[in-house]
């Protein structure tokens, strides 16, 4: 069973709120992602970290910023949220690759609303 | 990047074995060949991952091609929790973003 939790696992917030999802993980993982998810539609990453103080962007562009200031912890904020960024967002975290790539643990997501 | 082929749907009845394939015949000879699920309203779950040998665990089997052009996920015995989408993907040595990308997947269906 993979300990990785997020919260809020709902979240409905009005336009131009500052919000922050939270996403931990116990394992002893360096590396941790966030993805973006619609229903019925493909996972896209927004962000992944290598470990502490280690951030980067991923393939899709995403307005939220991440920060890595312990190891187990991700956290996804947007200091405006708009309607355009309700979506599903996933954390994920996995070993760092020693010459093939690590299973990724998803944690159950958080769906956000912004009214 | 490599791809990989899946029938779209695929139907299976409880408490029988369910043999999902996996197309993937352009894979290089370094892939890795992983397989996740994702059921209703949950984050992916990864399953299994092989690289040419079959290999077990305690959720699935995977059997891989002699070739490597082709994969199957065996469930050996289907319950209703195993009705998710199944994705099949090619993964290269490490490095790199690494983020996971699915394709459409194969939804199966579990009839009771």
């Known amino acids: 069973e993979a300990d990785i939790y997020q919260t809020p696992r709902y979240l409905v917030i009005g336009t131009g709120k500052k919000i922050t999802l939270e996403c931990s993980q116990t394992?002893?993982?360096?590396?941790m992602y966030w993805y973006q998810q619609d229903p019925g539609m493909e996972l896209h990453l927004i962000h992944y970290s290598y470990g502490v103080n280690s951030t980067e962007k991923g393939d899709l562009s995403s307005e939220s910023t991440v920060s890595r200031i312990r190891t187990e912890h991700f956290p996804l904020t947007l200091e405006s949220a708009r309607p355009s960024h309700t979506s599903q967002y996933l954390c994920a975290s996995s070993e760092v690759d020693k010459g093939q790539p690590y299973e990724q643990y998803f944690g159950p997501g958080t769906r956000l609303t912004v009214t | 990047d490599a791809k990989t082929t899946q029938p779209n749907s695929m139907e299976s009845n409880e408490e029988e074995p369910v043999h999902l394939p996996c197309n993937h015949s352009t894979i290089s000879g370094t892939d890795y060949i992983h397989w996740y699920r994702q059921l209703p309203s949950q984050g992916p779950e990864y399953v299994i991952h092989g690289l040419t040998s079959n290999v077990n665990n305690r959720m699935a089997s995977l059997a891989i091609a002699e070739d490597r052009k082709s994969s199957t996920l065996i469930l050996h015995r289907a319950t209703l929790r195993d009705a998710a989408v199944y994705y099949c993907?090619?993964?290269?040595?490490?490095?790199?973003?690494?983020?996971?990308?699915f394709g459409k997947g194969t939804h199966l269906i579990i009839q009771p």
């Open positions: 993907i090619l993964r290269p040595p490490g490095g790199g973003a690494d983020g996971l990308t």
């Open positions: 394992m002893g993982h360096d590396k």
